[in-house]
């Protein structure tokens, strides 16, 4: 079945270094992924989207690539500041017209 | 930016007694809404999916008569959780979409149930 899992679930950075994020999806078909941030006791915030027919896409401090031949995703955020400690979700538009999520990283920012 | 309110944003209640939680769109209307259940320390499991003036589709594995979901208007979708147990208590979220396209999914603040 359709599934959006994350290969880490924690993650430690130094502040003001880059964090990756990574995620592996399993449906070939879908078409477009979601990056979502979520702080305790909050909804998810969307961070940054890409669509298949791209393989990278860049916003304000964050960058967001696919790799449709090994179906992996990954979020980079550059120069991470305390303010990014979060759990951060991929998630996937399924064919069913859905949003499934991935199981989660926490990010957890060092002084 | 399009705001998704969810009401209460944390209930206790008592075991055996039902409990609904809304979700509204603010500035925009949404033809779909959608359900979502977390428990702590885990990813999100979409419960159903609602669409204005039709019954809800469910997941496989959610009971449909004890999570009632009312999708009355364009901007209002409503979660009753009936006869809750305490392994009902959960965080609730539920999101929106403005009729254009996934791009423009928006999510409440959820809405944390404990039951006694």
């Known amino acids: 079945g359709e599934s959006v899992g994350l290969h880490l679930p924690t993650l430690s950075v130094q502040e003001g270094d880059n964090s990756i994020i990574n995620c592996a999806y399993s449906?070939?078909?879908?078409?477009?992924f979601i990056w979502y941030k979520q702080e305790s006791g909050k909804g998810p915030q969307f961070i940054i989207d890409?669509?298949?027919?791209?393989d990278k896409r860049q916003g304000q401090r964050v960058t967001v690539l696919l790799n449709k031949t090994v179906k992996h995703l990954s979020l980079q955020i550059a120069a991470t500041q305390p303010g990014d400690s979060a759990v951060y979700f991929c998630a996937e538009y399924s064919s069913a017209s859905k949003i499934i999520f991935g199981s989660g990283t926490r990010l957890s920012i060092r002084p | 930016g399009a705001v998704v309110s969810q009401h209460p944003s944390w209930v206790i209640c008592k075991s055996g007694t039902s409990v609904k939680i809304e979700c509204r769109s603010l500035?925009?209307?949404?033809?779909?809404m959608f359900w979502y259940r977390q428990f702590p320390k885990q990813s999100l499991m979409l419960m159903a999916t609602?669409?204005?003036?039709?019954?809800?589709?469910?997941e496989q594995g959610v009971e449909k008569d004890k999570f009632l979901i009312n999708h009355a208007s364009l901007t209002l979708s409503t979660l009753t959780v009936t006869s809750a147990h305490p392994e009902d208590s959960s965080f609730y979220i539920c999101?929106?979409?403005?009729?254009?396209?996934?791009?423009?999914?928006?999510f409440g603040s959820g809405t944390q149930l404990s039951v006694l």
């Open positions: 999101s929106a979409v403005d009729g254009t396209g996934m791009e423009k999914l928006f």
């Open positions: 609602s669409n204005e003036g039709s019954k809800a589709t469910y």
């Open positions: 890409i669509r298949s027919n791209m």
């Open positions: 500035d925009f209307q949404a033809t779909t």
């Open positions: 449906n070939s078909a879908s078409d477009y």
